[in-house]
């Protein structure tokens, strides 16, 4: 029993120093992207505000690429909030994946389609294209009907079809404020080296616009789309930011993002087999630009604003999550070469690094940690005290944290945010730390039960109707 | 370790505070231009230049400037020459402000030297925004030499502007745009692909007839992008003599064939439709689908509906859509 302890003393001894080093590095990682994201968005609205910036009528022609399954609540809107768009040239592309619902038949009748013989340019193989249909209006609309493929299969049709250099890709559940997509697309013509940029995804949940115009924004009474939002303030204004500094940004959001075409068909667009398509065909680009030796910039816009829908209920949340952790893992075993490789320097050290121990590992570590303290409790060598202290001290980073970024938001959005507000978020934080981050550690860790079944499906979730 | 995690938390902490605090400070700041707006405009209107030079060295009063109204009598020559060593020595973001301001007032600096060196000097700065708003400010000269100045700089110095902005920037100068032309054209092959690129462009969107020293440009320019604009040039600006080589180049690249099939479609003859339907049955989609597209604007539907009997299936999917947008737009 003494050999035993002793064993025992020795593992948890080894157990807390790992910790300790895993928690260091994951508290600067936050703590730097938390302050350089808000020092960033400080200096970038003061540059806006000292006409350090380019202004310009015409910027690039874009195709935008809408890809819609089963989106007949919401397609109309999204479309309809691509006409208030202060952009002068650019198409619109939705892409019909099979949808068994009137998704189709609502965009015909709306925006007054006629069938088209348009001879497809099949530079990227996808799933059959049964019909497409155009309109004569200022801004050209096409929609392709097509067979059932997937998102990645639908965007993949997309890009085929798209007639300008570069395409922007919008989630068919999403809306675009009126400078969205000129801020997305003015750092193609600031550097000549940039040949993608994402945008700052937010939850319409929270928002409600008029043409275009934010007109009202504030946290739900829904505690599961309010930890939402938190989390993709500090993705989104701390991460990526960071991230961006040193072109090691892994993901441009699906739902919002701008590429140039000819990079997309050089790594033959997107991946069909994987449900983290927009992960993996970022990181595609970024393996193909260095072994080409192309300079090139992979660039984050966060003024770039996009609304979109999040579940709001917790087994939506849970379907999502499962599928944005098996499209993780997927691209991480895909593209393991990068890990330690120095040939991909910071993509490799932080980037890649960040998402295999604090994003696919995590939740193991989570587990093994919770291990740790139970086989502590059974040898009555825990310090109850020490530990509930720790917690506690790492609750309250990260409730500042995610209150940092949330407050931050103020110089992206021109809104006023509610002391109700900064209130509400304040226990959203804690509850997020205290309850559902174990919540979707579990989630996590079962994401692979029924896997097979779930690897390419679209990722649907109940959709309101949106505010616009 | 909890003491770093007390250290972030402060630092967070910090940082959530001047957020509030940054809020704050706007509102108080926009009260504070409209204050200081009626403070400038009432110096202006009292034409006491000497007092207004020493305010405007603060970039706020900078700012409420530019919101103030000007009557045409005041002289701001001497007060933006004292302002310009002031801004010189400030931060980047500064001065590009500054130049911002100072390109609202050209008739002020339209004949200063020391001012326009000092835009032409900055032109091919590291910062891309003080570069283009001293271009900006450079298009707004009546004389066009200080544009090729700032761009021989630029140039020289490899600054990597991108051509778009060149050349819808040279589009904004409202001077002699015939010598505008002329100096472009004399310089033409001291430039590298970049500029040549903006400059072809910029010739395609104006109304001055240059297609005889563009085609020789054309028969001799190697680099692929610009080669292609001047093909384009010629879509907009028809010159009987290109049409030989124009034809020529349908056989080349397939870039340079669809740039000239394109540019064919206002050019008449039998050569030219032999040509196009010869282009029809390409393999490459591009060219199939450029050559249906102006077969169908120049043929008369009958014709065209002749060519569907052409053994190709890729050249009659292309033709039966052409037609279709043709019935569409009709």
């Not at chain 1, 080093?21 to 730097?32: C, K, P, T």
């Not at chain 2, 064919?264 to 591009?286: A, F, R």
């Not at chain 2, 539907?301 to 569409?328: F, P, R």
Request: net charge positive; aromatic share 14%.
């Amino acid at each position: 029993m003494h050999e035993l302890l002793e064993v025992v003393k020795i593992f948890l001894y080894y157990v807390e120093y790992f910790f300790l080093i895993y928690l260091f590095l994951y508290s600067i990682y936050l703590f730097l992207s938390v302050t350089i994201g808000s020092s960033t968005l400080f200096t970038n609205r003061y540059k806006n505000k000292m006409e350090n910036k380019i202004k310009h009528n015409y910027y690039v022609p874009i195709s935008i690429l809408v890809p819609a399954y089963n989106e007949e609540k919401t397609i109309i809107k999204s479309v309809e909030s691509l006409f208030y768009l202060d952009y002068k040239l650019y198409e619109i592309i939705v892409i019909n994946d099979g949808s068994t619902d009137k998704t189709l038949d609502t965009l015909i009748k709306k925006f007054n389609l006629k069938k088209v013989n348009y001879p497809v340019n099949q530079k990227l193989k996808t799933k059959k294209i049964k019909n497409i249909y155009e309109n004569n209006s200022k801004i050209r609309i096409t929609v392709i009907d097509k067979e059932n493929g997937g998102k990645a299969d639908a965007l993949n049709c997309g890009i085929n079809i798209a007639r300008f250099p570069y395409f922007a890709t919008l989630d068919a559940d999403s809306l675009l404020q009126r400078d969205s997509l000129e801020m997305l697309v003015r750092p193609i013509l600031e550097d000549s080296r940039v040949i993608a940029c994402g945008g700052f995804v937010k939850l319409a949940n929270s928002v409600k616009l008029d043409k275009g115009e934010i007109v009202k924004y504030s946290l739900r009474n829904n505690v599961l789309v309010n930890m939402q939002i938190l989390e993709y303030n500090r993705a989104f204004l701390a991460s990526r930011i960071m991230l961006d500094k040193f072109n090691g940004n892994l993901i441009i959001s699906g739902a919002f993002g701008v590429f140039k075409k000819d990079i997309a068909l050089s790594v033959g667009g997107y991946e069909t087999k994987t449900v983290g398509e927009d992960f993996e065909f970022v990181i595609k680009i970024h393996r193909f630009c260095l072994k080409n030796k192309i300079d090139y910039i992979i660039k984050y816009v966060p003024e770039a604003i996009c609304w979109t829908q999040a579940p709001n209920n917790l087994k939506d949340l849970i379907k999502q999550r499962r599928r944005w952790y098996i499209g993780l893992f997927q691209t991480m075993v895909k593209h393991k070469e990068i890990a330690f490789n120095i040939k991909y320097k910071w993509l490799s050290i932080i980037s890649y690094n960040y998402f295999l121990f604090f994003e696919l590992l995590a939740p193991f570590i989570e587990v093994f940690g919770i291990v740790a303290t139970v086989i502590a409790i059974m040898f009555n060598l825990l310090n109850l005290k020490f530990m509930i202290l720790f917690f506690l001290i790492y609750a309250l980073f990260g409730v500042i944290l995610s209150l940092t970024t949330f407050l931050a938001q103020i110089h992206v959005l021109n809104l006023k945010i509610s002391l109700l507000d900064v209130i509400k978020s304040s226990f959203v934080c804690a509850f997020e730390v205290t309850i559902l981050r174990f919540i979707l550690m579990f989630v996590r860790i079962t994401s692979f039960i029924g896997y097979n079944k779930k690897k390419l499906i679209w990722n649907k979730f109940q959709r309101e109707e949106l505010n616009n | 370790m909890t003491t770093i995690i007390y250290i972030y938390i402060f630092i967070l902490l910090s940082m959530i505070v001047f957020n509030v605090f940054c809020v704050y400070i706007r509102k108080i700041n926009d009260c504070n231009i409209i204050k200081k707006q009626k403070k400038i405009q009432l110096l202006i209107d009292k034409k006491n230049i000497n007092r207004l030079g020493r305010k405007l060295k603060h970039t706020s009063y900078l700012i409420a400037f530019s919101y103030c109204e000007f009557k045409n009598d005041i002289k701001l020559t001497n007060l933006f020459d004292r302002l310009l060593n002031t801004y010189n020595k400030k931060s980047i973001i500064e001065k590009t402000y500054f130049v911002y301001v100072l390109s609202k007032f050209p008739e002020i600096y339209d004949n200063n030297n020391q001012i326009i060196n000092f835009l032409i000097n900055n032109s091919y700065s590291n910062s891309l925004y003080l570069s283009e708003n001293c271009l900006k400010a450079l298009y707004k000269i009546s004389n066009p030499i200080y544009i090729i100045k700032a761009f021989k700089k630029m140039n020289y110095k490899n600054c990597k502007h991108h051509y778009k902005l060149l050349s819808d920037g040279l589009l904004t100068y409202q001077g002699d745009k015939n010598k505008l032309c002329s100096l472009l054209l004399d310089n033409y092959k001291n430039f590298n692909s970049n500029y040549r690129l903006a400059i072809i462009n910029y010739f395609n969107r104006i109304d001055i007839d240059l297609t005889k020293e563009l085609f020789n440009i054309l028969l001799n320019e190697k680099d692929k992008e610009v080669k292609i604009a001047l093909i384009r040039y010629f879509r907009n600006h028809k010159y009987d003599f290109a049409k030989k080589e124009l034809i020529k180049l349908t056989k080349d690249d397939f870039e340079y064939a669809v740039a000239s099939i394109q540019s064919l479609k206002y050019y008449d003859g039998i050569d030219v439709i032999k040509t196009l339907k010869n282009s029809l049955t390409n393999s490459n989609w591009y060219i199939r689908n450029r050559a249906a597209e102006v077969l169908v604007f120049k043929l008369p539907k009958n014709e065209v509906i002749e060519l569907l009997k052409i053994d190709d299936k890729y050249a009659k999917d292309a033709i039966t859509y052409q037609l279709g947008m043709s019935d569409n737009n009709a």
